[in-house]
């Protein structure tokens, strides 16, 4: 009843809608949406009812609720001015109702970020992002599906249902069928699609066809393999020195994530076994000698990169991501063998290894007064590094370091003989424990 009753104020007191659509580029594709008149047309008009809502939220919420119905609403205006929204209309409109049915019907708090929840009446899993509000998150909703194809008695029609809840998400992009994410993410904006939550969306769909003789699923397996057949920003593929490579994030063409690429060759392979597909399996060998390349270009020597660019390394993974990594090695080791079989040892070692810690030492800079500390780490950590004379700490310095060398300056303290004490604890919680006698 609120809804209505707000939809009727803000026509009464609007200007003429054709004014308005040409001031706002989402209210121009929803005319253009009613225009065509049928099904379309009739839900573009339920589309600005909750669009007119939304602006009213954003207006009258206050607080974190408010912050993210404004980027849910920014989030719709560059779809709409970048040409978008009319072919991803039902997404884009899912997204802003269920924002609205969060934070303005139900008036509820923002969660912490990351926090996945799903809607009365749907499965489909919306994950928080802070400032974003709540958004269909596609390797979530396939990860799912893939996991309730190994229930051995499912309740009658419930995979069927999800699967049906998520392909009506699906959007055409470029021809292939794309599951994309509507929020702003590593440089791209609202619109970009994953190749390791595509793969693993094509694996669901592949296995679900397969076990229900049902082509709907399959057919939309196979019409989402086009993505690995073209470059970026549409497409996820990229060519290395012996074949291509898939991204994470089709908007991050340099950004090479080691366990994205993993996930997506496995993802590709699974498809191909379930289906037959020769194109999924013409892409997974051409992949794999780029990846029997790349990947152990990931290992360290005491932990995993988490990105690397196409000519450099990238940061180290965190804790979890370096044991999912870790997993998927293991899997490419079932089915290619080596290198990946060794990588996979070495990343279990890793974590079973603390932070080495080397060529500690200090520098006098008499003319500034100052003492500069340095150290080399094996690999990330937390870090406390103390100058201590007879026991007390004179100087101390904390928080997490990245592997490498890393330097500290303090002011110089009164001569005499000091110990420079380096102490690390690995993301697994291993100590190590490094010093260095200097005298001033």
Same mark, same amino acid.
């Not at 803000?10 to 040409?22: F, H, S, T, Y």
């Not at 253009?32 to 919420?61: F, H, M, N, P």
């Not at 709907?216 to 490579?245: C, E, L």
């Given at each position: 009843?609120?809804?209505?009753?707000?939809?009727?104020?803000?026509?009464?007191?609007?200007?003429?809608?054709?004014?308005?659509?040409?001031?706002?580029?989402?209210?121009?594709?929803?005319?253009?949406?009613?225009?065509?008149?049928?099904?379309?047309?009739?839900?573009?008009?339920?589309?600005?009812?909750?669009?007119?809502?939304?602006?009213?939220?954003?207006?009258?919420?206050?607080?974190?609720?408010?912050?993210?119905?404004?980027?849910?609403?920014?989030?719709?205006?560059?779809?709409?001015?970048?040409?978008?929204?009319?072919?991803?209309?039902?997404?884009?409109?899912?997204?802003?109702?269920?924002?609205?049915?969060?934070?303005?019907?139900?008036?509820?708090?923002?969660?912490?970020?990351?926090?996945?929840?799903?809607?009365?009446?749907?499965?489909?899993?919306?994950?928080?992002?802070?400032?974003?509000?709540?958004?269909?998150?596609?390797?979530?909703?396939?990860?799912?599906?893939?996991?309730?194809?190994?229930?051995?008695?499912?309740?009658?029609?419930?995979?069927?249902?999800?699967?049906?809840? !998520?392909?009506?998400?699906?959007?055409?992009?470029?021809?292939?069928?794309?599951?994309?994410?509507?929020?702003?993410?590593?440089?791209?904006?609202?619109?970009?699609?994953?190749?390791?939550?595509?793969?693993?969306?094509?694996?669901?769909?592949?296995? !679900?066809?397969?076990?229900?003789?049902?082509?709907?699923?399959?057919?939309?397996?196979?019409?989402?393999?086009?993505?690995?057949?073209?470059?970026?920003?549409?497409?996820?593929?990229?060519?290395?020195?012996?074949?291509?490579?898939?991204?994470?994030?089709?908007?991050?063409?340099?950004?090479?994530?080691?366990?994205?690429?993993?996930?997506?060759?496995?993802?590709?392979?699974?498809?191909?076994?379930?289906?037959?597909?020769?194109?999924?399996?013409?892409?997974?060998?051409?992949?794999?000698?780029?990846?029997?390349?790349?990947?152990?270009?990931?290992?360290?020597?005491?932990?995993?990169?988490?990105?690397?660019?196409?000519?450099?390394?990238?940061?180290?993974?965190?804790?979890?991501?370096?044991?999912?990594?870790?997993?998927? !090695?293991?899997?490419?080791?079932?089915?290619?063998?080596?290198?990946?079989?060794?990588?996979?040892?070495?990343?279990?070692?890793?974590?079973?290894?603390?932070?080495?810690?080397?060529?500690?030492?200090?520098?006098?800079?008499?003319?500034?007064?100052?003492?500069?500390?340095?150290?080399?780490?094996?690999?990330?950590?937390?870090?406390?590094?103390?100058?201590?004379?007879?026991?007390?700490?004179?100087?101390?310095?904390?928080?997490?370091?990245?592997?490498?060398?890393?330097? !500290?300056?303090?002011?110089?303290?009164?001569?005499?003989?000091?110990?420079?004490?380096?102490?690390?604890?690995?993301?697994?919680?291993?100590?190590?424990?490094?010093?260095?006698?200097?005298?001033?």
């Amino acid at each position: 009843m609120r809804r209505a009753c707000l939809a009727m104020l803000v026509c009464v007191l609007a200007v003429p809608a054709g004014a308005r659509a040409a001031k706002d580029p989402v209210l121009t594709t929803l005319s253009q949406l009613e225009s065509r008149g049928g099904t379309i047309g009739a839900d573009a008009q339920g589309w600005r009812d909750e669009y007119k809502t939304a602006k009213v939220a954003a207006r009258k919420l206050r607080g974190t609720p408010q912050a993210n119905m404004r980027g849910v609403l920014a989030n719709l205006t560059s779809l709409a001015k970048r040409h978008l929204l009319g072919s991803r209309a039902y997404p884009a409109f899912l997204i802003l109702q269920r924002n609205l049915e969060w934070f303005y019907d139900d008036r509820r708090a923002a969660p912490a970020n990351a926090t996945r929840t799903t809607f009365e009446g749907s499965e489909v899993i919306f994950q928080f992002y802070t400032g974003y509000g709540w958004q269909l998150q596609p390797l979530a909703n396939f990860g799912r599906l893939n996991g309730l194809l190994k229930l051995r008695k499912p309740a009658a029609g419930r995979l069927e249902k999800f699967a049906d809840d !998520l392909l009506a998400t699906g959007v055409q992009r470029r021809g292939s069928l794309a599951f994309e994410y509507y929020f702003p993410w590593s440089g791209g904006k609202p619109g970009w699609i994953s190749g390791m939550a595509t793969a693993t969306g094509m694996q669901a769909f592949g296995n !679900l066809g397969k076990r229900d003789g049902d082509t709907r699923y399959t057919n939309a397996a196979r019409s989402m393999i086009g993505v690995f057949k073209a470059q970026p920003p549409w497409g996820v593929t990229v060519q290395g020195q012996a074949g291509p490579s898939f991204l994470l994030y089709s908007q991050s063409p340099s950004v090479l994530v080691g366990n994205g690429f993993a996930q997506a060759l496995i993802g590709l392979d699974n498809y191909g076994a379930a289906t037959g597909d020769p194109d999924a399996a013409a892409l997974v060998d051409a992949a794999l000698a780029e990846a029997k390349r790349l990947l152990p270009l990931y290992d360290t020597g005491a932990w995993s990169l988490y990105d690397r660019s196409p000519t450099k390394p990238g940061v180290e993974s965190d804790l979890s991501y370096h044991q999912l990594f870790e997993g998927f !090695l293991e899997i490419l080791c079932t089915k290619f063998g080596e290198p990946f079989c060794g990588e996979a040892d070495n990343f279990a070692r890793y974590e079973k290894e603390p932070v080495a810690i080397t060529s500690v030492a200090t520098k006098i800079l008499k003319k500034r007064k100052r003492i500069v500390a340095s150290f080399l780490l094996s690999k990330r950590g937390s870090i406390r590094v103390t100058l201590e004379r007879d026991g007390s700490v004179v100087r101390a310095w904390s928080g997490g370091m990245l592997r490498g060398r890393h330097t !500290l300056t303090w002011t110089l303290p009164p001569k005499g003989d000091y110990e420079l004490v380096v102490n690390a604890t690995s993301l697994n919680g291993i100590a190590s424990e490094a010093s260095y006698i200097t005298t001033l």
